[in-house]
Every structure is written in structure tokens, then in C-alpha cells.
Nanobody
Framework: QVQLVESGGGLVQPGGSLRLSCAASESINGYAMGWYRQARGQERELVAH???????VYTDSVKGRFTISRDNAENTVYLQMNSLKPEDTAVYYCNRRPPYLITWGQGTQVTVSS
């Protein structure tokens, strides 16, 4: 069973930056991947998408601030987050894009606060 392990979260002040990593136990080659987040009391939402060939799409609230990338050789997906805002506070997860979703990992907590 493919496992996903997210890391890189933490506590950061508004305006700060974090780089999240998502390591997969099997090849991500050929799969579109996504970073998702779930704030307390809210539904999980897609933040950024990267296609199998590297095309990217972002939700409006993070455009110009977040950058998704992938390293197929390392089976890893990254999310560079700049100019962080308190409303970015959430648990961040990665996964394949539908219809190839797999079991969710534990996620990584990002807290933006002064």
C-alpha cells in the first residue's frame, strides 16, 4: 500500500515562509498530485495541483504566494509557501488527484501567528 508522509510544517509569523515536503513510498511518476489543507472545523480543500508533466493550478487564495513542484526521481512533491497569512493555518496533506486518491497521510500542521 502506497504511503504518503508530509513534513516541513511549523509555527511561522505572518509574512514568513515554509517549504513542505511529501514523500511517497512508491513512484509518483505518471500521477497528477495535489496539496490539500484542512482548517479546524472546515472541509479539506485543494490548494495546489501539479500534473504528471508539471503543469500547475492554484486556488485563488494562494496564487502568487505558493509554488508546487515535484521530483519524480525522489518520489517527492513540494509546496513552497511564501508571504504566509493567518488564514493559511491548517493541516496540510498531499495525495494523488482523483480518481487515484489513496489513503491520506497524517499531514503536517502549519500555524501562522504572531
Amino acid at each position: 500500500q502506497v504511503q504518503l508522509v508530509e513534513s516541513g510544517g511549523g509555527l511561522v509569523q505572518p509574512g514568513g515562509s515554509l517549504r513542505l515536503s511529501c514523500a511517497a513510498s512508491e513512484s509518483i511518476n505518471g500521477y497528477a498530485m495535489g496539496w490539500y489543507r484542512q482548517a479546524r472545523g472546515q472541509e479539506r480543500e485543494l490548494v495546489a495541483h501539479i500534473g504528471a508533466l508539471g503543469s500547475t493550478v492554484y486556488t485563488d487564495s494562494v496564487k502568487g504566494r505558493f509554488t508546487i513542484s515535484r521530483d519524480n526521481a525522489e518520489n517527492t512533491v513540494y509546496l513552497q509557501m511564501n508571504s504566509l497569512k493567518p488564514e493559511d493555518t491548517a493541516v496540510y496533506y498531499c495525495n494523488r488527484r482523483p480518481p487515484y486518491l489513496i489513503t491520506w497521510g497524517q499531514g503536517t500542521q502549519v500555524t501562522v501567528s504572531s
